[in-house]
């Protein structure tokens, strides 16, 4: 084969210099010359598909590693180029097994070991990523890049206290780490050090002024500060730099609502759906005929689906009735163990299975999208309460076993133990002795105990009862007893919604700064008029909640 001038190292080298330089055009015209000229060459092959990949095309750059490993089976850092690309792909396991074939024929390499560490941790196999982030680190103990994703690993595994030591770590390894100092800020923030996190952003924004990450986390630390409008301006700066982020829409949602800023915060909401957190029944189906932002109600056939958690069904549930009255023929997915308390609702509608779909509709929505695809403003939430029913036997017999005599108060002091987000809206039990001291007071529980939970504290003098809800629906003996009660007193769990629900009198104790769908500062809410807010008058001030209750009865 004639070569044409220049013999392959030095047209080879020309070519490597043009790609490190970044000249991706001048490298891929030197490449290709070389193949034309020499033919099949598995290094050629290699930086081929490296520079397929940097210029986006994996297909093309997944062919040429594929070559360049035909021609050399034993390439570790082809094998390491291949793993990169189909870990980007979602591919992990081909990813991983790549990896391991490379690490088999180097070991000790620190960039094949943090790329497998990697492949790991976008699969989300933290106790292996944690384990593999270790092993980078045993040879290469100043990477800073592994010590920060290692962090990523101990805050999924909910070692907070760790993953900061880990972040920390990563800055000291390298100072201006943007994005360890924005994942130090994340973790502050959940240890609530409010003040320590926004610090961190600060830093992270100054090295790198269109940060729109750590904009958005900088605004959920002034959100939790109650620092509000400094926190919008955070988000619109981040919406600025990435408008399509779901994350930072979600906040910015989350944000509008609790400021009463419906219209903008329910468009907003509609983000909810693209977040890598969420895996939701319905919307990722690919359903035809999305319910449309004021489209016709009547003469329709609606599917209205469930979303979250209970609580947010018993909330938004009300929508299905509302299009029910207003001419829909209404089918709704919600979980069988609400569908007994879900039919009180009426309105002719059909309840469903959970992840049921009916076989014909005109058109799909999440209950949770109704408000704001409706054009359902908060006027006509309240109006449509009491909206769920207690089975009048059951109030007959729960009546007959509480008893007469004492104001009956029914308590819940936290969501499900597994919700991270319940927890933290939860209090200590042991603060209800501030109202069991009122004179004729009687705390009646309403919780479900758990496994792994205890029981109430003796000096609350807290009434526990037997056989309660054991059966396969959920919140029968729960509403029953409601009907009963004089006042329930509550956190922010789905035992609220079903008293509010219900049209019961509750008293719900609240974080300083509450959840978007409680407002800010109110004392009442216009999802339920039966229901009066108590907020924490200071962070923490769970005592202050109970006495400012205490005072009121």
Request: charged letters at 25%; a neutral charge.
């Amino acid at each position: 084969m004639p070569h044409a001038a220049g013999g392959f190292p030095s047209r080879f080298n020309q070519g490597v210099a043009r790609h490190v330089q970044g000249d991706l055009a001048g490298a891929a015209r030197a490449y290709e010359s070389l193949r034309r000229d020499f033919g099949p060459h598995p290094e050629l092959a290699r930086l081929m598909g490296v520079l397929a990949a940097q210029k986006g095309d994996r297909a093309r750059a997944l062919a040429l590693l594929g070559e360049a490993l035909a021609l050399q089976p034993n390439h570790p850092i082809a094998l390491d180029n291949r793993g990169v690309i189909l870990k980007e792909l979602r591919r992990y396991d081909a990813a991983l097994a790549d990896f391991d074939r490379a690490l088999a024929l180097d070991p000790l390499s620190p960039a094949i070991l943090n790329n497998r560490a990697i492949a790991l941790l976008a699969a989300e196999r933290w106790e292996a990523a944690l384990a593999a982030y270790d092993a980078v680190l045993a040879r290469a103990p100043d990477h800073a890049g592994a010590w920060n994703d290692r962090g990523l690993a101990l805050k999924h595994l909910g070692r907070i206290d760790e993953a900061l030591a880990s972040f920390e770590r990563a800055c000291a390894a390298r100072p201006g780490f943007a994005d360890a100092l924005n994942n130090r800020g994340i973790v502050l923030k959940e240890l609530k050090r409010y003040d320590e996190a926004l610090a961190a952003y600060d830093l992270a924004l100054k090295l790198s002024p269109d940060y729109a990450d750590a904009y958005h986390n900088r605004g959920n630390a002034l959100v939790e500060l109650d620092r509000q409008e400094e926190a919008d301006a955070c988000y619109q700066r981040a919406l600025a730099l990435k408008p399509n982020d779901a994350e930072i829409r979600f906040s910015a949602a989350n944000w509008a609502l609790r400021m009463g800023r419906f219209a903008e915060g329910w468009r907003l909401y509609e983000s909810r759906f693209d977040r890598a957190c969420v895996t939701d029944r319905f919307s990722r189906r690919g359903l035809p005929n999305r319910f449309e932002e004021g489209a016709p109600i009547a003469g329709r056939r609606l599917f209205m689906f469930w979303e979250q958690g209970l609580g947010d069904v018993l909330q938004f549930c009300r929508f299905a009735k509302y299009a029910a009255e207003r001419g829909a023929q209404v089918s709704a997915a919600a979980p069988r163990r609400l569908h007994r308390l879900l039919n009180t609702l009426g309105g002719g509608i059909v309840w469903l299975d959970e992840d049921e779909a009916p076989d014909a509709f005109d058109a799909h929505l999440p209950m949770m999208s109704a408000p704001g695809l409706f054009g359902a403003g908060p006027e006509s939430w309240g109006a449509l309460t009491p909206y769920l029913r207690a089975e009048p036997e059951r109030v007959a017999l729960w009546r007959d076993r509480l008893g007469a005599g004492g104001r009956k108060i029914g308590v819940a002091w936290r969501g499900h133990l597994a919700n991270a987000a319940g927890r933290d809206r939860g209090y200590d039990p042991a603060l209800l002795k501030i109202l069991a001291d009122r004179p004729d007071v009687r705390l009646i529980s309403l919780h479900r105990r758990e496994a792994g939970d205890a029981p109430p504290p003796p000096e609350a003098r807290i009434e526990t009862l037997a056989d309660f809800d054991q059966g396969p629906d959920a919140f029968l003996d729960t509403a029953a007893v409601m009907e009963n009660l004089d006042l329930i007193v509550s956190c922010d769990t789905s035992i609220a919604h079903l008293a509010g629900a219900l049209g019961r009198p509750t008293w719900l104790a609240l974080k300083h700064v509450a959840e978007w769908r409680w407002r800010r500062e109110r004392t009442d809410t216009p999802w339920y008029p039966s229901v009066r807010l108590f907020r924490q008058p200071a962070r923490d001030d769970w005592a202050g909640v109970f006495q400012a209750m205490a005072d009121a009865l």
